[in-house]
């Protein structure tokens, strides 16, 4: 399967293409984002704050975002318009978010783009990842960033014709435009998931690629016995 971005992300759907190479992987665009807050300077907040949420000086809001209370963001952060930051949300800085965004109650986020009507609603964690157009997570899910075994080579994304390297630490997911992540799924780190995807609720992906359009389905076996 070709990694390369373009695939994977509608780029009329950020203000930040120049984060991106359109023919390379978009888990490269992460290491960019360093440098391309180094020189940031905040625009200010322009959108609403409901109560007393805490907002750090370099921080970045459009027009029309509301900020609840209890969240925290710390920077450098860019959030961009209408959208809507929810109660314990907790951003850790190096973020970009896109317009029409809803960044959930009890959710943490840190190193991480995400694009236009990105839905992460509720109890998420979301690290050193990029999320495409309208991907949604539901409540729950976990992008886990970092391998238990701490392999000093990084994380590499497993593929049939072996291991590709990405030259990070740390990598929870890329996911497609439109893709949607069933409650409580734990993508595990490199986690490539194409457009247009589906996730059981409960799936614990083990990194890896993921084809566009395909449905990942979970199955159990329930028994019920009579209490003794």
Not at 24 to 38: G, V
Not at 134 to 159: C, E, M, W, Y
Not at 185 to 205: A, K
């Amino acid at each position: 399967m070709d990694l390369a971005s373009k695939h994977f992300l509608d780029f009329s759907r950020t203000r930040h293409t120049e984060l991106f190479d359109a023919e390379r992987p978009a888990w490269e665009a992460l290491k960019r984002l360093p440098d391309f807050f180094s020189g940031f300077v905040s625009g200010g907040n322009h959108g609403t704050c409901v109560g007393n949420p805490y907002i750090a000086d370099d921080v970045e809001i459009g027009e029309g975002t509301v900020i609840e209370p209890g969240a925290v963001i710390f920077g450098p952060t860019i959030i961009g318009k209408n959208c809507t930051v929810r109660p314990g949300a907790y951003i850790r800085g190096n973020v970009i978010v896109g317009d029409n965004v809803f960044l959930g109650n009890s959710s943490e986020f840190k190193n991480c783009i995400i694009f236009d009507e990105a839905e992460i609603p509720h109890w998420n964690y979301v690290g050193d990842s990029v999320l495409g157009f309208r991907a949604h997570l539901g409540a729950g899910v976990i992008l886990a960033n970092f391998r238990l075994d701490r392999d000093l080579g990084g994380i590499s994304i497993s593929a049939e014709g072996g291991a590709i390297p990405t030259g990070l630490d740390k990598l929870g997911a890329v996911i497609g435009d439109r893709t949607d992540i069933g409650s409580n799924s734990v993508m595990g780190p490199g986690s490539v998931i194409g457009r247009d995807c589906r996730f059981y609720p409960g799936t614990s992906w083990r990194g890896g690629i993921l084809e566009h359009d395909r449905i990942v389905k979970v199955r159990q076996t329930i028994e019920i016995v009579e209490r003794r």
